[in-house]
């Protein structure tokens, strides 16, 4: 079972930016794929960046522009940049591990980190 402990969240204003932070209990570099998701209030949970093991990375278009997920030296660590944040980025960031096979995906979640945006 894969761990995930996501930080870095917190309050900003419209315009600010944030970097998430997300500890891996294992090598990032031994996992297919690493997910950035979120889930704002009254809202189902939706992926907003994803990096292959491969470094290839792709954004859902409302944030396309403003975030960047990397990684860094410490190869258990995956982050978030957020920058030009808008209130409409308020939610609950989660990051995801995924691991696949011949026959299925496994995806392990974070328990999540608060971001809110004010206007």
């Known amino acids: 079972q894969v761990q995930l402990v996501e930080s870095g969240g917190g309050l900003v204003q419209a315009g600010g930016s944030l970097r998430l932070s997300c500890a891996a209990s294992?090598?990032?570099?031994?996992?297919?794929?690493m997910e950035w998701h979120r889930q704002a209030p009254g809202t189902e949970r939706d992926l907003v960046a994803t990096?292959?093991?491969?470094?290839?990375?792709e954004y859902v278009d409302s944030v396309k522009g403003r975030f960047t997920i990397t990684s860094g030296d410490d190869e258990n660590m995956v982050f978030l940049q957020m920058d030009n944040l808008k209130p409409e980025d308020t939610a609950v960031y989660y990051c995801v591990a995924v691991s696949r096979t011949s026959r299925n995906t496994y995806k392990f979640w974070g328990q999540g980190t608060q971001v809110t945006v004010s206007s």
């Open positions: 990096r292959s093991a491969a470094g290839d990375t």
């Open positions: 294992v090598r990032i570099s031994s996992l297919n794929a």
